[in-house]
């Protein structure tokens, strides 16, 4: 089945602790992005990455890191969480000229 | 930055009640996406819009690419429970190296009054 699968769906940590949310799809698509959601702000990207070895910063990029080391996976990275990261967080990916993304579930991220 | 205005923020409607939400921008785009989030869920692709003036249905729901390629709407006919959910517009504007951007509007959500 034709996925994107993010990890964890759930996560409360604390101020400071480094955190890693993963993302993976199989459906051989280049462009993969990532979003939080916000209540009464929509979806807001985060970093993009167009191929592997390839990324970008989007519209709220500070406090966050990306790799892109295989087509496959692209992993989310807060090295030092605040309280103002909490939110929903999507990974989505889609073939490069094609705008149709494919979302993951969510990962609904609280940091205390 | 470029910004979406989604409206309405919500929708309570009677089962069976016909559904219209639209989006503007200040902005011209190339293509209007519409996404449906079910509760728990990522969004997932209802309608893709590609040309001005372009009227798309995908059973119930009818979406329009505006004229002036700075709205669109999106109709629900006879709504069912099943149609709740939160609804997103998203504009998309190509950039340079065959890159593109989409801007999301805040999304309405709908409601079924029982």
């Known amino acids: 089945e034709a996925q994107v699968t993010q990890n964890p769906r759930y996560l409360i940590t604390v101020t400071g602790k480094k955190l890693t949310v993963t993302c993976s799809q199989n459906m051989n698509h280049e462009y993969m992005s990532w979003y939080r959601q916000d209540p009464g702000l929509g979806l807001r990207q985060i970093y993009y990455?167009?191929?592997?070895?390839?990324?970008d910063k989007g519209d709220v990029p500070e406090g966050y890191k990306v790799s892109r080391k295989e087509k496959r996976n692209f992993p989310l990275i807060l090295e030092s969480p605040s309280p103002n990261q909490t939110s929903l967080y999507f990974c989505?990916?889609?073939?490069?000229?094609?705008?149709?993304?494919?979302f993951g579930p969510g990962t609904r991220l609280t940091v205390t | 930055g470029q910004q979406l205005n989604q409206s309405p923020q919500s929708m309570f409607i009677q089962e069976g009640e016909d559904v219209s939400m639209n989006c503007t921008s200040s902005s011209i785009f190339n293509t209007w996406l519409w996404y449906k989030q079910d509760p728990g869920e990522g969004p997932v692709l209802l309608i893709a819009l590609y040309k001005a003036g372009e009227l798309t249905s995908n059973g119930r729901l009818t979406a329009q690419f505006g004229i002036t390629r700075k709205d669109s709407f999106l109709n629900i006919s006879a709504s069912i429970p099943s149609d709740v959910g939160i609804y997103f517009c998203?504009?998309?504007?190509?950039?340079?190296?065959?890159?593109?951007?989409?801007?999301w509007g805040a999304g309405t959500k709908l409601i079924i009054k029982p």
């Open positions: 990455s167009m191929n592997v070895e390839v990324t």
């Open positions: 989505a990916s889609s073939l490069i000229g094609n705008y149709e993304q494919y």
């Open positions: 998203a504009g998309l504007t190509l950039k340079l190296d065959s890159n593109y951007q989409l801007i």
